[in-house]
């Protein structure tokens, strides 16, 4: 099947500090990635659809200042946590799939942050 | 609101019996219903779809189920073995939708 690659898989970083994480699709062209946040023993809760060459859509609650998505290629979308803060540590995870063609959804192996 | 709901949190479930897990929806229409399983620290891997005008879908030892009348879907792993202990969840689409809406997932243990 297709692959989503998603990096780095884990990461540490001092709160008031940005982090990047990358999303890609390395063997399709995905014009939309979709970005989760997933809680210790929750469910994925979408944060926001990532079009290719346009802005994001953002669900309601998550604020677009804080969480910046850049999908500037039909194979690379990353989600900038900026300022982060302890709060904000959680699993994110990324999928791509062609979803309104009743195809499934892949996932990258997902991001550990952790803000200290 | 929309709610997806699945039967337990946990779920064990002796080696080589059937692992039966539910997934109930409200207020909700979704053209199709899909599952996935997931382990610790991963994301989470696609098993089997059903469309809304499908009753049954098999795949190797796994079958789902899908009832709209109840606005349920059961999904079933034959022969279970401790290597399916996994989160399983379950996820649904409408048919404009281009994202899906995941279930709170169920923790399978299958105890050797």
């Known amino acids: 099947g297709a692959v989503v690659s998603q990096h780095p898989s884990w990461v540490i970083c001092k709160s008031g500090t940005s982090v990047k994480i990358e999303c890609r699709s390395l063997d399709f062209q995905a014009t939309t990635m979709f970005w989760y946040r997933q809680f210790p023993k929750q469910s994925l809760m979408l944060m926001a659809t990532?079009?290719?060459?346009?802005?994001?859509?953002?669900e309601q609650g998550v604020e677009k200042d804080k969480f910046l998505i850049n999908h500037a290629s039909l194979t690379l979308s990353t989600l900038t946590v900026t300022s982060a803060h302890p709060e904000d540590s959680s699993f994110y995870i990324c999928?791509?799939?062609?979803?309104?063609?009743?195809?499934?959804?892949?996932f990258g192996q997902g991001t550990r942050l952790t803000v200290v | 609101s929309q709610k997806i709901e699945q039967n337990s949190e946990a779920l064990n479930v002796q080696e080589g019996k059937t692992a039966t897990l539910t997934c109930n929806y409200t207020?909700?229409?979704?053209?199709?219903l899909q599952w996935y399983r997931q382990d610790p620290g991963r994301g989470p891997v696609f098993l089997l779809l059903i469309r809304e005008n499908e009753k049954e879908k098999r795949k190797e030892r796994l079958k789902v189920t899908f009832d709209t009348t109840l606005k349920q879907s059961l999904f079933h792993i034959t022969a279970s073995q401790p290597a399916d202990s996994a989160t399983y969840l379950c996820?649904?689409?409408?048919?404009?939708?281009?994202?899906?809406?995941f279930g709170s997932g169920t923790q399978l243990t299958v105890l050797p």
């Open positions: 990532s079009n290719e060459g346009s802005k994001a859509t953002y």
């Open positions: 999928s791509a799939g062609a979803l309104w063609q009743g195809s499934e959804a892949f």
């Open positions: 996820a649904l689409a409408s048919g404009s939708a281009r994202q899906l809406t």
């Open positions: 207020n909700y229409s979704p053209a199709y």
